[in-house]
């Protein structure tokens, strides 16, 4: 990979929350940046939240891989992502020669958000589900990563953003990243999971499907391959492809080799293509 490129990856779960992988993970995203490229972390931190929501005891459920988040719980999560995971993500990145700079949806009004219509899907029936403070993004304005990544930092976001009246929610990081990823029309956004990408039967590493297009994601959601927590992924490589995006592609971030790799045409993970 030689010409200059923009890319977008999206950080979470265990390769965030695991102290050795967290530091090889962030080596490998400098090495991209030393490469010439401009990088755009988004960062979840459900670990995070999750031991931030049970100190307060503070409940907490999933729904469709959306976490349900009342304001009690959203005060929670904006502390677990903002006050401890971004600030320590661009404080270590800082440490390792870099200049990262932390920002959540509401900075600059970067990214708008609106309110969740939920509609959940379970044995072929329909029903709405209200996520309370969960929101989508409505709008996206990229001038001040563009502002950002012209002056060569590295700009770190999380997934907390407001609505025109102030009102804060919290949107998937996965969702975020999309979003994001269309309006500053990367040449990829990585969505990196806990597992090696989407399997046709999980139980049989040798299903890994390593490439999807947008009609066989339809078929997959109805046959119930694509569920849970792989549905907000999937859902987000869908819409940055459609929008501006260049290219989609899920990895494992537990295993930091595969950015490495991704970087030097390995085709690894599971990428959703257009065709």
């Given amino acids: 990979m030689n010409s200059k490129k923009r890319i977008l990856f999206k950080y979470g779960g265990n390769a965030i929350s695991d102290p050795e992988i967290q530091s090889e993970v962030l080596n490998q995203l400098i090495a991209i940046k030393k490469d010439g490229h401009e990088l755009i972390i988004v960062h979840g931190g459900g670990p995070f939240i999750k031991d931030l929501l049970a100190t307060h005891k503070v409940p907490s459920n999933f729904i469709d891989g959306h976490r349900v988040t009342t304001p009690e719980a959203l005060r929670l999560v904006e502390m677990a992502l903002k006050g401890e995971v971004n600030s320590s993500l661009v404080n270590k990145i800082n440490a390792k020669g870099q200049k990262a700079v932390g920002l959540s949806g509401k900075d600059g009004k970067m990214v708008l958000a609106q309110k969740r219509q939920h509609t959940s899907k379970k044995n072929g029936s329909e029903r709405n589900v209200d996520l309370q403070r969960v929101g989508d993004v409505k709008k996206v304005d990229p001038f001040l990563v563009e502002l950002l990544l012209q002056q060569k930092y590295i700009p770190v976001l999380t997934c907390i953003a407001a ?3 102030g009102l804060d929610f919290n949107i998937n990081a996965d969702l975020f990243a999309s979003h994001l990823a269309a309006a500053l029309k990367v040449d990829e956004v990585v969505f990196m999971t806990d ?3 989407l399997y046709k039967d999980f139980s049989e590493p040798e299903s890994l499907i390593k490439s999807l297009s947008l009609a066989e994601v339809k078929e997959l959601k109805d046959q119930g391959v694509i569920q849970g927590g792989m549905i907000p992924k999937i859902d987000a490589c869908t819409h940055a492809i459609q929008n501006g995006a260049k290219k989609a592609r899920i990895i ?17 993970g599971t990428q959703v293509v257009k065709g």
């Fill in 163 to 165: 609505d025109e009246n």
């Fill in 195 to 197: 597992v090696d990408g």
């Fill in 252 to 268: 494992n971030g537990t295993k930091p080799e595969q950015i490495n790799q991704l970087m030097h045409g390995v085709l690894i």
